[in-house]
């Protein structure tokens, strides 16, 4: 069964450093997205992609972060400057054209320090 | 913006009972509520979805109900076994490819 992946499974940065998160959406999809989850709390909507452009942000997704499609198959979160409430899991997720149900990824477990 | 509200946050039950868990929407545009799995160190995995033009849905053990007049909507998981221990996630959109708001969780523990 197709899958969303992500790597890496963890990272460790200094505060202040640059991350790139990476996601492998599945193949036929057209909508991607990511998504945190900081400890304890709800799963939080950061950013929508589609036809190589932001279709919707929310408010935490300010300058410091951006996204990528960098190739057919990749699609990556940076933040340029890491703060240490940056720290959470962050999910990548997949939808297909059309399609309301969103895939996710394992995630990526980000922490600043 | 869509607000969604989950209870209750754990839940134990006993295996073989059954377990409900509740969420209200505030959006009333809103006419997509799925539901997902979170097992430890793993990503959301879709259990059950429903959307707005019907009442409820069953698959096999699980179940969704929803109440458009009152904005809400229940997971209802009958026959529990060890392996449904998760937590577990509401969650709301406007359909098509909007995003998905979710509620805190409930985290599930049944006991052998």
């Known amino acids: 069964e197709p899958e969303v992946t992500q790597t890496p499974s963890h990272q460790v940065t200094q505060m202040g450093q640059e991350v790139i998160l990476r996601c492998v959406p599945i193949?036929?999809?057209?909508?991607f997205y990511w998504y945190r989850q900081i400890l304890g709390q709800k799963v939080e909507f950061l950013v929508s992609?589609?036809?190589?452009?932001?279709?919707?942000k929310s408010e935490i997704f300010d300058d410091q972060f951006s996204v990528e499609r960098p190739d057919g198959s990749n699609f990556t979160l940076k933040i340029r400057s890491t703060k240490l409430e940056d720290s959470a899991m962050y999910f990548c997720?997949?939808?297909?054209?059309?399609?309301?149900?969103?895939?996710f990824g394992p995630g990526t477990r980000l922490l600043v320090l | 913006g869509e607000n969604v509200e989950q209870h209750p946050s754990t839940l134990s039950v006993q295996e073989g009972d059954s377990a409900v868990i509740k969420c209200t929407y505030s959006?009333?545009?809103?006419?997509?509520f799925p539901w997902y799995k979170q097992e430890l160190g793993k990503g959301p995995q879709l259990i059950i979805d429903?959307?707005?033009?019907?009442g409820e849905k069953k698959d096999q053990r699980i179940a969704v109900t929803l109440n458009k007049t009152a904005k809400h909507f229940s997971l209802h998981i009958t026959e529990t076994q060890p392996e449904d221990s998760a937590v577990y996630f509401c969650?709301?959109?406007?359909?098509?490819?909007?995003?998905?708001?979710f509620g805190k969780g409930t985290m599930l523990l049944v006991s052998p």
């Open positions: 997720a997949s939808s297909e054209m059309g399609g309301e149900t969103q895939y």
């Open positions: 193949s036929n999809h057209l909508y």
């Open positions: 992609f589609y036809n190589n452009e932001i279709s919707e």
């Open positions: 959006d009333s545009a809103s006419n997509y």
């Open positions: 429903i959307r707005s033009n019907v």
């Open positions: 969650a709301a959109s406007k359909g098509g490819y909007s995003t998905l708001t």
